[in-house]
């Protein structure tokens, strides 16, 4: 490997060249500059070089040369029309983090570059120089190590400060400075994403018989084209055909009329297979940084730091979510990472990023989505070094898990070969731009992880071509078809036109179809799969299987709203003294019978979905709301699990079997906690809903009682045995009946009724999944969560030991007891414990369903949080599929039902299934919130509130807003009234000083420290955009406070 020292001087090579072409930057000089990049032309190329030595000869004080005017004007027609289509409303996708080098002509730069090309390149091979070090270090940054990014307001979301013209001005100053970088040199893939933000969003040239693609991608960086990979080559063959010369990639190409390859062919399935077994590739699933587009990660095998896929060319077409199988870069490509992960950002490089992030807001043409308001990310920057610096030659290269002397460690980086399941749907909400003289519109998608797309015209509304402007505010759903290898963006068809953007119910279309939630009806076949005799009774002979408790005080405690209730309770004390609890749920497998077309559907689907204002049902509402839910004064059908306990918790003996209850009182969680507040009360009849006459309201208060005293002590066993909990807050609204808008927002509120019905849940769950699992060693349906990653513990244990933040990390148990006791004891603990649960929440990994025979380690069958050896759900199988499965195999194990018809691997896979719904169930109801409250902000704010600072970053700092537990980043450079602002970092302390323009000129100013738990007064105000709102910071008092 090369030393520093030659790295440096190909760099300063380069510096002085740009220094002299500062000066202009001619928009004839930007054109060329495109078409070069993308030009494979000979011809043109010794046209270059020729203009080259003229400009040259100029310089020198010789004067202009005729022949370089007679070359430019003698270009072949076909030639100049294939210069690139510019647009002025590219911007949509953000800029990349590269830093723009000013105004400087980057045809003038890449005359002087083709001039002394071929002497240093041939220099720099011969030496060993490589690409990273050519091009110089990184300049852009990361939010976290892993990539789990769930926050911040996007850059780009914010207002724009510069006219459009401006606007435009920059984007061409920018793409004419990104491509000198490129044009000329070889490229290694990881330098092709780098500059995978101008690809995206920039115009692309297409030859003459292809018009649809001619406004493609942008030319800079697209020099890049890995060659095919063959069986026949070794990976050190595969890897180093990704950095092969712009001459070395035309003859592969063949022709001259050739397409220029975008993107890297996929291996041949025999060839993934292959090296999978040998462990060259590695499959995983990827997840695309919301925030930062560019960046996206698979999960290590070896559950070290996540594998990092730099930019949209590595990812090889693949989307959000998909199961790609990946071949790592060279180590000289590898990542350089901090190895602390600040929660608090702050970064060395923290003012680069900040520093663009009015040129950002200004290039907006349109917001970019609101992928999050919960702004707390790490934001641990990452930089890249010159191989040079990364070993010395001759030493072995360092382990990726090492840490290096400065503190820094490497992070694999890798390549998409192959995309195993496209996991994305494929649909994406977005607006259609017109683009004149094109036989196609562009789709811009609001969710910027997807690329654009072209749609033809014939295919958009009937009067788009001559009223584009009609449509500028329209949401529409388009559907990628194809994305070829030769082309930066996908090709779609229209979906659906959803309506006018920032309106619920249109928005609320886009969520789902995004997110590939079926909300269509259910189908003539499906329905018949239903009971035809309606009211529907229990036949006689079924009644006879089951044990009869239709006259035992068995009771529901739901939300008010609830409809499908699934789950009942009993407790009856016994003369021993001790009690006969019960957990009743709806047994949907009798009416969901295997393998009919309602069981298909309600595997698809696997999860019903709620959103504020409405529920997706996984089964149909039929059984949601009657049948199965279990109604008050009706019989219903049930799996009970009874046990008899002891008051302070001791289980004695089990029952597993089907049964028959009759609910003696709806009761929601409100009537329940005003009975455990009241143990004394006398409650009438007109304070709750309707009840049995045969059990009194005295014996369904006793009950309760009795279940709140039973809960308290099976917690405590439970945390003091190890638990953790993480409780987030939750936003909950009250809708309009009519209108369904929102009329206000409240943080719900966790209450002793609710832990009572967990705490029942959880055991009757965990009983469940040893009966299960012991009966059914190979085909048991399990639910494991596995460890948090060390490594992200450990930082994180040691930047909350810099903060002074007494917790412990070694176990769920001690994370728990931390989490509880040394957040200090007012009315901001609260706020003080999410701030600091956000943090601890980080290295988490999620909870999956699994196959007991798949895994053959029972270690790995723990589920962490509750610290159990084995957990499943069994308690909501109207809502649930993976608790139907669970009581099939309950019921072949009980005899009272048929054997489970799948084997280890079927079960595996409708596991894997379960895995994804709930996934995007989760993000869909985040998202739903998020509209609603973006509503409520537009139509109720501005809203005032205190809110306690979670992050500081070098230019902008994270808050929690306390009245509605949203989380939101504030800018210092946005901040109206501040004089100036300082960033100064102690250890990992991170703190900002502002200092505010006094109001009163003889007065000083105002000095303001930022610091985690700082609290702040804000007012959240609605943006231009739809939906989009931000959180601006109040002038505090004069004493500074």
């Known amino acids: 490997m090369e030393p520093p020292k030659h790295t440096k001087k190909a760099n300063m090579n380069r510096d002085p060249k740009r220094s002299q072409n500062q000066s202009s930057t001619p928009r004839q000089k930007d054109a060329y500059a495109r078409l070069l990049s993308q030009h494979s032309s000979s011809k043109f190329s010794l046209y270059l070089e020729q203009y080259a030595k003229d400009t040259l000869f100029q310089r020198e004080g010789h004067g202009p040369s005729t022949h370089a005017q007679s070359d430019k004007l003698n270009i072949p027609q076909q030639k100049r029309d294939q210069a690139p289509y ?3 409303d590219s911007s949509d996708f953000s800029p990349s983090s590269m830093k723009n080098k000013g105004e400087e002509s980057s045809l003038s730069l890449y005359m002087e570059k083709v001039s002394t090309r071929s002497t240093q390149q041939d220099c720099e091979r011969k030496q060993g120089v490589s690409d990273r070090q050519r091009r110089g270090p ?9 990539g789990d990014i769930e926050s911040g307001e996007e850059l780009s979301s914010l207002k724009p400060t510069e006219p459009k013209k ?14 000198d970088v490129f044009v000329g040199q070889p490229q ?9 933000q101008e690809r995206e969003k920039g115009p692309k040239s297409k030859k003459k018989d292809h018009p649809k693609h001619q406004e493609g991608a942008s030319c800079s960086g697209f020099d890049t084209q890995m060659s095919p990979h063959g069986k026949d080559k070794n990976p050190q063959q595969l890897r180093a055909s990704s950095a092969s010369s712009p001459a070395d990639k035309r003859k592969n190409r063949g022709g001259r009329g050739s397409k220029k390859q975008v993107f890297e062919p996929y291996m041949a399935l025999e060839d993934v297979s292959h090296g999978l077994k040998r462990g060259e590739l590695i499959q995983g699933q990827l997840r695309i940084n919301p925030k930062k587009y560019h960046e996206a990660f ?9 594998i990092f896929l730099d930019g949209i060319v590595v990812r090889n077409r693949a989307l959000n979510g998909d199961i790609v199988v990946v071949q790592i870069l060279p180590q000289d490509q590898w990542k350089v990472v901090r190895s602390d992960t600040d929660c608090d950002g702050t970064s060395d490089l923290e003012s680069q990023r900040d520093g663009t992030a009015q040129k950002k807001r200004a290039q907006a043409s349109r917001p970019a989505v609101n992928v999050g308001d919960q702004s707390s990310d790490q934001d641990e920057l990452v930089r890249k070094v010159q191989s040079a610096t990364l070993a010395d030659p001759g030493e072995p290269l360092e382990e990726p898990s090492t840490p290096r002397s400065n503190g820094e460690i490497l992070q694999k980086t890798a390549k998409v070969v192959y995309i195993v399941e496209k996991k994305h749907s494929r649909a994406v909400t977005g607006f259609l731009k017109f683009l004149p003289d094109k036989p196609f519109a562009m789709f811009s998608p609001v969710d910027h992880r997807v690329p654009r797309i072209n749609v033809p015209l014939i295919d958009c509304p009937e009067n788009f071509g001559t009223r584009p402007g009609d449509y500028t505010n329209t949401l529409f759903i388009c559907r990628i078809t194809d994305w070829a290898a030769d082309s930066n963006f996908a090709e779609g068809l229209l979906a659906k036109t959803l309506g006018q953007a920032g309106e619920i119910e249109p928005e609320t279309e886009g969520i789902l179809t995004e997110y590939d939630v079926d909300s269509s009806e259910f189908s003539d076949e499906v329905l018949d799969c239903l009971p035809k005799n309606l009211p529907w009774t229990i036949p006689p002979e079924e009644m006879k299987k089951r044990k009869d408790l239709r006259t035992e005080c068995i009771f529901t405690i739901d939300p ?6 699934d789950d009942a309770l009993s407790c009856k004390l016994l003369p021993d003294g001790n009690f006969e609890v019960g957990v009743h749920i709806a047994d949907v497998s009798y009416f969901v019978e295997e393998d009919n077309s309602l069981d298909a559907i309600a595997s698809q689907r696997a999860t019903s979905v709620y959103m504020v204002q409405k529920v997706i049902p996984m089964l149909p509402r039929l059984l949601c709301e009657e049948l199965c839910s279990l109604n008050p004064l009706t019989d219903r059908l049930t799996f009970s699990v009874i046990w008899k306990i002891t008051p302070e918790g001791k289980i004695l003996s089990e029952w597993f079997g089907r049964s028959v209850i009759r609910s003696c009182v709806k009761l929601s969680y409100d009537h329940a906690q005003s009975m455990i507040e009241a143990p004394e009360k006398m409650f009438s009849a007109e304070e709750l809903p309707p009840v049995a006459p045969e059990h009194p309201i005295d014996e369904i208060h006793q009950a309760v009682l009795n279940l709140h005293t039973i809960a308290k002590n099976l917690r405590a066993q439970r945390f003091s045995g190890g638990a953790l909990r993480l409780d987030q807050l939750k936003l909950s609204f009250t809708l309009d009946r009519e209108t369904m808008m929102p009329q206000g927002c409240y943080i719900y509120q966790y209450k002793d009724s609710n832990k009572l019905v ?3 849940m959880l055991l009757a769950n965990i009983a469940t999944a040893n009966h299960i699992h012991r009966k059914f060693p190979e085909l048991a349906m399990l639910r494991r969560h596995p460890p948090p990653k060390a490594k992200m513990v450990d930082e994180l244990q040691e930047l909350c030991d810099q903060l002074g933040i007494d917790i412990d990390l070694s176990s769920a148990g001690a994370l728990h007891k931390s989490l509880n006791t040394t957040l200090g004891d007012d009315e901001y603990t609260t706020f003080r414990k999410e701030v600091l649960t956000h943090m601890c929440s980080r290295p988490m990994q999620m909870a999956l369903y699994f196959c007991s025979g798949v895994l053959k380690d029972e270690h790995l069958f723990k589920h962490y949080a509750l610290n159990v050896p084995l957990y499943t759900h069994f308690t909501s199988p109207i809502r649930r599929y993976a608790d139907i499965v669970v009581h099939r195999l309950l019921a072949s194990s009980l005899k009272c039902g048929p054997h489970l018809g799948l084997s280890t691997e079927e079960v595996q896979k409708q596991a ?10 989760k993000r869909v109801q985040e998202l739903s919130s998020e509209l609603f409250f973006g509503v409520f902000v537009r139509e109720c704010g501005p809203l005032d509130s205190e809110a306690m600072v979670m992050g500081v970053l070098d230019q902008s700092f994270d808050v929690l807003v306390v009245r509605y537990g949203v989380q939101k980043r504030i800018y210092c450079k946005s901040i109206a009234g501040l004089d100036s602002f300082h960033h100064r970092k102690v250890g990992k302390k991170s703190e900002l000083t502002l200092v505010w323009t006094p109001e009163d000129q003889e007065k000083p100013p105002v000095e303001q420290v930022i610091s985690i738990f700082t609290l702040v007064e804000v007012q959240l105000k609605a943006d231009s955009a739809p939906m989009k709102y931000s959180a601006l910071l109040k002038r505090p008092e004069d004493d500074g406070s």
Request: glycine content about 4%; aromatic content about 2%; overall charge positive.
């Open 86 to 88: 510019d647009f002025s």
């Open 912 to 921: 894997s299934r379960c895995n994804d719904k709930k996934t995007l169930s």
């Open 188 to 196: 290694s893939p990881k330098k092709a994403g780098t500059s995978g």
């Open 138 to 146: 990184r300049r852009d940054t990361t939010t976290s190590q892993d």
């Open 560 to 565: 008010s709203t609830a409809r499908d209730l």
């Open 298 to 306: 698979i999960p290590s095998p070896d559950d070290a730091r996540d």
């Open 758 to 760: 967990e705490e029942l």
């Open 166 to 179: 401006q606007q435009k001005q920059q984007k061409k100053n920018k793409d004419s400075t990104d491509t």
